[in-house]
């Protein structure tokens, strides 16, 4: 398996295992060089993204292709996300959900009352209209990095 950084060339392909997944594509940014991509030789297997938001991250578009389930790559993934959100000084990295509470606990995600988000994460698209108010809003505190580049 082999990672790296999102280019715009991978848009359509990213957005055709988001939509497998049944995950928001509407609101992908332009620049998608904050995703991070996995790879089975030249096959895209998994994405997964960050939107930085000052202190604070949004972690978003964690999809893995169903031929690769179950392999750890959603968990490469995220902690490749956590990396460069230490090296870009967040503090603390959000996620919105309706399907994998339960997944994101195991590696280390709470639940947090919406009342209690960051204004930055909440004037989201994906937090204020995109995902619906019975989504599963979830944070991890991070200890930021003072010198890593991913």
Known sequence: MSY?????????AIITLLEQANL??????????????????????????LEI????????????????????????LIEVIIELAKSEKITAL???????D?????????R????NV???IARTRQFSNLCPVSAVVMSKELQP???SVV
């Open 94 to 100: 959000y996620l919105i959900t309706t399907t994998a």
């Open 118 to 120: 960051p204004d930055n």
């Open 24 to 49: 928001l594509t509407d609101d992908l940014p332009t620049d998608l060089g904050t995703f991070r991509l996995a790879f089975a030789d030249e096959k895209l297997a998994g994405v997964a993204g």
């Open 4 to 12: 790296r950084r999102a280019t715009e060339a991978d848009r359509p």
């Open 145 to 147: 990095q003072c010198n």
């Open 112 to 115: 947090v009352d919406r009342a």
């Open 53 to 76: 938001l000052e202190e604070n991250g949004l972690l978003r578009s964690v999809a893995v292709s169903l031929d690769f389930r179950n392999q750890k790559i959603g968990n490469q």
């Open 102 to 110: 339960l997944y994101f606990e195991r590696l280390g995600f709470t």
